[in-house]
C-alpha cells in the first residue's frame, strides 16, 4: 500500500507533534510504501518571510531523519523539488467546482478569523489534491482538520477518472482514532498557538522549565492523588510501558508522591529519551549540503513515481501533443 502524507514546516517540535504523528510515520517505512515530504507550498500561505522557510524546511528534513526517517526504504523530499505538482496543480484546478473549494471548514474557518482570503488559501485543497494523485496514494494518514481536503481530492480523482478512464488512484483519508491528542502544560491539547508544549529539541534548562510548569492541584505530598485527572501522569504516562505505568499509578494512589518529585522524574524521561535523536539532529544540521542531497535522492525517487502518472495525464489531456 503506498502511504502518503506531507508535514508543513513549523519551526519547534513538541510532544503533541511526536506522538500524534510523526512516530506513526516513522513506523509505517516497516511495512508500507511510505512517501513523506515537507510540504513548504503549502506552509506560503501562512508564511512570508524566505529565510524563516528555508531555514524551517531544512530543520523539519533534520527533524524527521533525526527520529528515523530512512531515505532508503521511504520516500522523502521536500514539496517544491517536484514542480511538477504545480503542473498537476492546475490541470486539477480544471476539475474543481468553486463550490467544493467554498465547503472547505479550513478556508471559511480562516477567513472567518479575518485572515484575508487569497487564493493561495482557496486553491490550498487543489495543490493538496495534486501531492496525493500524483504518487497515485492508497492512504492519507491526517489530522481530523485535514479529513475534508482528502475528500475533496477524492472528488476531484472521480471527476477526472470519469472524463479520462481510470488515471488516478481515489485514495482513503485515514483517521487514527487511537492516537489520542496530547495533552499541554495546562491540559488543554499541546499546541504552539496555545504556548502549553513540551518541546523536544530545547536546550535542558528549557525543558526543565517546561515540565515545571505543568499545572498540578493542591493536593498535599501525603494524601492519595488521582492519576487520570494529573497532567504530569496523562504526559508522563506516553514514556512508559504498561507495567511502568502501572507502577506509577499506584505510587499515586498510595499518597506521599510530590508533584515536583513526579516532574522531575518525567523531565528526566523526556531528556534521556530524545538525547540520541538529539544527537543525530545537530550532527545533520551541522551539515547542510548534506541534508540537500539527502532530499535531493529523496526528490529524485518521487519524481520516478510522479512522472508515470504525469505522463499519462499529459497525454489524456493532450498538452503532450
Ligand atoms: P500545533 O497545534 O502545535 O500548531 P500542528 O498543527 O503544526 O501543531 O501539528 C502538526 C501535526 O502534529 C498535526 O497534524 C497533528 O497530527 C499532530 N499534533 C499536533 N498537536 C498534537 C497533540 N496535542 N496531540 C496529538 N497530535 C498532535
Ligand atoms: N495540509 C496538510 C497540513 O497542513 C499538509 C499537506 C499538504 C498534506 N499536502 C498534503 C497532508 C497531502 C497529506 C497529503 O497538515
Known amino acids: 500500500m503506498r502511504v502518503l502524507s506531507g508535514i508543513q514546516?513549523?519551526?519547534?517540535?513538541h510532544l503533541g507533534n511526536?506522538?500524534?504523528m510523526m512516530k506513526k510515520m516513522i513506523e509505517y517505512q516497516q511495512n508500507e510504501d511510505l512517501f513523506c515530504f515537507i510540504a513548504n507550498y503549502h506552509a506560503m500561505t501562512s508564511l512570508s518571510d524566505g529565510k524563516t522557510l528555508a531555514r524551517g524546511t531544512l530543520e523539519a528534513a533534520a527533524n524527521f531523519l533525526a527520529l528515523g526517517m530512512d531515505p532508503e526504504k521511504s520516500t522523502f523530499w521536500v514539496q517544491s523539488d517536484l514542480v511538477e505538482v504545480q503542473e498537476l496543480s492546475w490541470i486539477l484546478s480544471n476539475f474543481t467546482p468553486m463550490g467544493l473549494l467554498e465547503r472547505c471548514h479550513s478556508f471559511k474557518d480562516k477567513t472567518a478569523r479575518g485572515i484575508a482570503a487569497n487564493h493561495g488559501l482557496f486553491a490550498y485543497p487543489v495543490l493538496m489534491t495534486a501531492d496525493i494523485l500524483l504518487f497515485n496514494?492508497?492512504?492519507?494518514?491526517?489530522?481530523?482538520?485535514?479529513?475534508?481536503?482528502?475528500?475533496?481530492?477524492?472528488d476531484i480523482a472521480i471527476k477526472f477518472n470519469n472524463e479520462y478512464g481510470e488515471i488516478f488512484t481515489v485514495p482513503e483519508a485515514e483517521i487514527d482514532d487511537n492516537v489520542a491528542t496530547v495533552p499541554g502544560l495546562d491540559g488543554q491539547k499541546m499546541s504552539k498557538s496555545?504556548?502549553?508544549t513540551i518541546d523536544l529539541f530545547v536546550e535542558e534548562n528549557v525543558l526543565?522549565?517546561?515540565?515545571?510548569?505543568?499545572?498540578?492541584?493542591?493536593?498535599?505530598?501525603?494524601?492519595p492523588k488521582d492519576p487520570d485527572k494529573c497532567n504530569v501522569f496523562q504526559i508522563y504516562r506516553l514514556f512508559l510501558d504498561k507495567l511502568q505505568e502501572e507502577a506509577l499509578r499506584q505510587r499515586y494512589l498510595a499518597g506521599g508522591l510530590g508533584y515536583g518529585e513526579v516532574k522531575q522524574?518525567?523531565?528526566v524521561a523526556v531528556r534521556d529519551y530524545f538525547a540520541p535523536y538529539a544527537a543525530r539532529r545537530r550532527e545533520l544540521m551541522a551539515d547542510p549540503e548534506g541534508l540537500r542531497r539527502t532530499l535531493a535522492f529523496g526528490a529524485q525517487k518521487a519524481r520516478q513515481a510522479g512522472g508515470r502518472v504525469m505522463a499519462k495525464v499529459r497525454k489524456k489531456t493532450?498538452?503532450?501533443y
Do not use: C
Open 318 to 320: 493532450g498538452l503532450a
Open 18 to 20: 511526536y506522538f500524534g
Open 208 to 223: 526543565r522549565k517546561q515540565v515545571m510548569r505543568i499545572v498540578t492541584d493542591p493536593t498535599p505530598v501525603e494524601e
Open 9 to 13: 514546516p513549523s519551526g519547534s517540535l
Open 265 to 267: 522524574e518525567l523531565f
Open 194 to 196: 496555545y504556548g502549553n
Open 137 to 154: 496514494s492508497d492512504r492519507v494518514p491526517v489530522g481530523k482538520d485535514q479529513k475534508q481536503h482528502v475528500e475533496v481530492a477524492r
